[in-house]
């Protein structure tokens, strides 16, 4: 698979354009791979919002990525209303991977505490 570095812009664009407007079909199959209580302090959301990573799939195989979201009790995705792309997103066999400056300062902007999940 061919790797191409990438800023968390682009991964966010690929995503916006090629998942997104799926979202809500059943073109995509999304796991669950992380699922907690986010840091109130920091993420500045309801009362039992949930912090989630999801693996995101097109049901093709065509791309495919990991996302984080904050899920509210009402079903809505809290922050920007996006799911955001972690540090990779698959398209056709190329891998568009964040480079390691962009997610140390993604971690720094966010206050991750390291685990991928916000």
């Known amino acids: 698979m061919k790797e191409t570095p990438c800023d968390r812009q682009k991964l966010r664009d690929l995503f916006n354009q090629h998942l997104w407007p799926l979202w809500h079909t059943a073109q995509l199959s999304k ?12 993420a500045n959301e309801p009362f039992c919002t949930r912090s989630q990573a999801i ?3 097109h049901i093709d195989g065509h791309c495919r990525t990991v996302v984080h979201l904050y899920k509210r009790t009402d079903g809505t995705i809290g922050a920007s209303g ?7 997103f698959e398209l056709h066999g190329e891998l568009f991977k964040l480079t390691r400056l962009q997610e140390d300062s993604a ?7 390291g685990d991928g999940a916000g």
């Open 31 to 42: 796991t669950i791979i992380k699922d907690k209580h986010p840091s109130n302090n920091q």
């Open 82 to 88: 996006r799911p955001d792309p972690f540090s990779f």
């Open 107 to 113: 971690r720094i902007e966010e206050g991750s505490d």
């Open 55 to 57: 693996d995101v799939e």
